[in-house]
């Protein structure tokens, strides 16, 4: 019994730590997968890389990491301004670890980047850093090259928006110390006024407003304004102490400059070495260093502690030769680098020319082939077009052909029948004279023997003879129905004898069968044809049968 107890409770356990177990697996693959997740968003590589950002003057070289990470993952995604947001800080971290080397090689993959676009914020930063790095090896016309270029881009940008001067007053800075260091006091001031002028334009509290009152104090100091200097630069001592500004070393040091312009030797050494203890803290403005401990060593040597000076003096020639070894290292490195660099933009260059060339032929090729294509599309309906008006023109023909057939035998009947007719009636008139011929012969006879019935039917004949006219009159139209209508179209001075001359005339009557039918004389026939021969207007020659015939 107690063994059953106790075997029961270690199963008991058992059960409870496999469900821990589960719990903490299932949890921990949970968070895996959203670490995961994070790490493949946008958003967890932004939060990266502001951080890495903010701390890099902390931890240069963890954020120098993080920000090649995310560099990495927004070149893929192609997103060019976080892209750009990387490079430029990867190069200030190298500046300010002093590999300038790697420093430019990153800002000239910027410069790449952004040379096929509008994005005149970044080509000002990555012209005006450049600027700066050429100004390390004494670069000056390359220096000055990428200054002005910066400032035109910020021009543009401050055109755009009057509330960005940022660009702007950085490029006036600029190019305030290049003139202050070639000793041109008064053209340095110009580019200081210019700066805090376009600041409190737009009502700006930007960085760019106080490290212009730092360099316009210390130009005031070298154009021997003490007192408006002294002023200056306290205020701006205080701002920057409030503020814990990055440009306390070159406060301290502008400061120490006036001190030691003033003869007050203590105030200035103090100035001096909070300058060196600021460029040690924030591993920033290393190569004002040796300058610095030049001033000190000059003071110390005043204040006759000549052991001192000649430390000072080791140390700073110990810097200088360190910076420059640095230099003509990074100088030679920075040129192979260069090259590399060139060659690789010569590469991805000629790579994109013959991608290029390769596009605009298959885009040529296409469009030849577009034209074939339209060219065939356009001949096949040409094609099906003419054939289907060769078709119409066939039936077109093939029913003109068969009407006009159609006519011709509706014609040749038609001639045939009134051939037909006009024989039938010539066979009437035939007849008729014929007859008349008889009666003729028989009033003769009448006459001769009975004279008085000769008169009575001799009237009775001569109305008949009219009548007889009129019966073949009307036979003979009906035979030429349009016979009259061409006659009094031609001719309309014809008259109605005339007429009845020509009617007999086209069926080819002689002259004495007319004379028959007409109940006139042969020579009154005869008249009546030399009077249409004229009215008509026949020559001589012409022959009236003929001529009717045609009517």
Same mark, same amino acid.
């Given at each position: 019994?107690?063994?059953?107890?106790?075997?029961?409770?270690?199963?008991?356990?058992?059960?409870?730590?496999? +469900?821990?177990?589960?719990? #903490?697996?299932?949890?921990?693959?949970?968070?895996?997968?959203?670490?995961?997740?994070?790490?493949?968003?946008?958003?967890?590589?932004?939060?990266?890389?502001?951080? #890495?950002?903010?701390?890099?003057?902390?931890?240069?070289?963890?954020?120098?990491?993080?920000?090649?990470?995310?560099?990495?993952?927004?070149?893929?995604?192609?997103?060019?301004?976080?892209?750009?947001?990387?490079?430029?800080?990867?190069?200030?971290?190298?500046?300010?670890?002093?590999?300038?080397?790697?420093? +430019?090689?990153?800002?000239?993959?910027?410069?790449?980047?952004?040379?096929?676009?509008?994005?005149?914020?970044?080509?000002?930063?990555?012209?005006?850093?450049?600027?700066?790095?050429?100004?390390?090896?004494?670069?000056?016309?390359?220096?000055?090259?990428?200054?002005?270029? =910066?400032?035109?881009?910020?021009?543009?940008?401050?055109?755009?928006?009057?509330?960005?001067?940022?660009?702007?007053?950085?490029?006036?800075?600029?190019?305030?110390?290049?003139?202050?260091?070639?000793?041109?006091?008064?053209?340095?001031?110009?580019?200081?006024?210019?700066?805090?002028?376009?600041?409190?334009?737009?009502?700006?509290?930007?960085?760019?407003?106080?490290? $212009?009152?730092?360099?316009?104090?210390?130009?005031?100091?070298?154009?021997?304004?003490?007192?408006?200097? $002294?002023?200056?630069?306290?205020?701006?001592?205080?701002?920057?102490?409030?503020?814990?500004?990055?440009?306390?070393?070159?406060?301290?040091?502008?400061?120490?400059?006036?001190?030691?312009?003033?003869?007050?030797?203590?105030? $200035?050494?103090?100035?001096?070495?909070?300058?060196?203890?600021?460029?040690?803290?924030?591993? #920033?403005?290393?190569?004002?260093?040796?300058?610095?401990?030049?001033?000190?060593?000059?003071?110390?040597?005043?204040?006759?502690?000549?052991?001192?000076?000649?430390?000072?003096?080791?140390?700073?020639?110990?810097?200088?030769?360190?910076?420059?070894?640095?230099?003509?290292?990074?100088?030679?490195?920075?040129?192979?680098?260069?090259?590399?660099?060139?060659?690789?933009?010569?590469?991805?260059?000629?790579?994109?020319?013959?991608?290029?060339?390769?596009?605009?032929?298959?885009?040529?090729?296409? +469009?030849?082939?577009?034209?074939?294509?339209?060219?065939?599309?356009?001949?096949?309906?040409?094609?099906?077009?003419?054939?289907?008006?060769?078709?119409?023109?066939?039936?077109?023909?093939?029913?003109?052909?068969?009407?006009?057939?159609?006519?011709?035998?509706?014609?040749?009947?038609?001639?045939?029948?009134?051939?037909?007719?006009?024989?039938?009636?010539? $066979?009437?008139?035939?007849?008729?004279?014929?007859?008349?011929? #008889?009666?003729?012969?028989?009033?003769?006879?009448?006459?001769?023997?009975?004279?008085?019935?000769?008169?009575?039917?001799?009237?009775?004949?001569?109305?008949?003879?009219?009548?007889?006219?009129?019966?073949?009159?009307?036979?003979?139209?009906?035979?030429?129905?349009? +016979?009259?209508?061409?006659?009094?179209?031609?001719?309309?001075?014809?008259?109605?004898?005339?007429?009845?001359?020509?009617?007999?005339?086209?069926?080819?009557?002689?002259?004495?069968?007319? =004379?028959?039918?007409?109940?006139?004389?042969?020579?009154?026939?005869?008249?009546?044809?030399?009077?249409?021969?004229?009215?008509?207007?026949?020559?001589?020659?012409?022959?009236?049968?003929?001529?009717?015939?045609?009517?």
């Amino acid at each position: 019994m107690h063994k059953t107890k106790h075997k029961n409770l270690i199963n008991r356990v058992l059960i409870f730590n496999l +469900f821990i177990f589960c719990l #903490a697996y299932s949890n921990c693959y949970s968070q895996k997968k959203e670490s995961k997740k994070n790490i493949d968003s946008t958003t967890y590589y932004t939060k990266t890389s502001k951080t #890495a950002i903010r701390e890099r003057s902390l931890f240069p070289e963890k954020s120098y990491d993080r920000l090649t990470k995310c560099y990495s993952y927004f070149s893929k995604k192609k997103d060019l301004d976080k892209t750009l947001l990387c490079l430029v800080n990867l190069s200030d971290i190298q500046k300010e670890l002093g590999k300038l080397s790697l420093s +430019f090689e990153h800002l000239w993959q910027a410069q790449y980047l952004v040379k096929e676009t509008d994005n005149y914020s970044y080509k000002a930063i990555i012209n005006r850093k450049l600027s700066y790095l050429y100004d390390n090896f004494n670069k000056d016309k390359e220096s000055l090259f990428h200054l002005q270029q =910066a400032l035109n881009y910020s021009k543009k940008i401050t055109s755009k928006n009057n509330q960005d001067s940022h660009q702007l007053n950085a490029n006036y800075l600029n190019l305030a110390a290049r003139e202050r260091q070639s000793g041109n006091y008064d053209e340095a001031l110009k580019y200081i006024d210019s700066c805090i002028f376009t600041d409190k334009m737009i009502k700006n509290t930007s960085y760019s407003l106080l490290a $212009a009152q730092v360099e316009r104090g210390f130009l005031l100091m070298k154009l021997e304004k003490t007192t408006e200097a $002294a002023q200056l630069l306290n205020q701006v001592k205080k701002k920057s102490l409030e503020n814990n500004s990055k440009f306390k070393t070159r406060i301290y040091y502008s400061l120490g400059e006036l001190k030691t312009n003033t003869k007050e030797y203590d105030s $200035a050494i103090y100035y001096f070495e909070n300058s060196l203890k600021n460029i040690k803290t924030s591993n #920033a403005n290393k190569s004002m260093s040796p300058y610095i401990l030049n001033k000190l060593s000059n003071l110390y040597y005043l204040k006759n502690k000549p052991k001192k000076a000649y430390k000072l003096i080791i140390a700073e020639n110990r810097i200088k030769d360190s910076l420059s070894e640095i230099k003509n290292r990074v100088y030679n490195e920075l040129f192979e680098i260069k090259n590399t660099y060139l060659e690789s933009i010569r590469k991805k260059d000629s790579l994109l020319e013959q991608k290029n060339n390769i596009i605009e032929k298959n885009e040529q090729t296409q +469009f030849w082939l577009k034209i074939i294509i339209f060219l065939v599309i356009l001949l096949a309906v040409g094609m099906i077009l003419m054939s289907r008006m060769r078709l119409k023109l066939k039936k077109t023909l093939l029913d003109k052909t068969e009407t006009e057939l159609q006519s011709k035998i509706q014609k040749e009947r038609s001639k045939a029948k009134i051939e037909l007719k006009s024989k039938e009636l010539t $066979a009437y008139a035939l007849q008729l004279i014929d007859k008349d011929s #008889a009666i003729d012969e028989l009033l003769k006879v009448l006459k001769e023997k009975s004279p008085s019935s000769y008169k009575s039917l001799n009237n009775k004949y001569k109305k008949g003879a009219e009548d007889l006219w009129d019966e073949f009159n009307l036979r003979f139209t009906e035979v030429n129905s349009d +016979f009259y209508n061409r006659l009094k179209e031609k001719h309309p001075n014809c008259t109605p004898t005339e007429q009845k001359h020509l009617a007999l005339i086209k069926l080819k009557f002689s002259t004495k069968e007319m =004379a028959r039918i007409l109940n006139i004389e042969p020579h009154s026939v005869h008249i009546s044809r030399s009077r249409i021969r004229k009215k008509i207007g026949l020559e001589r020659a012409d022959s009236l049968e003929d001529y009717v015939a045609n009517l």
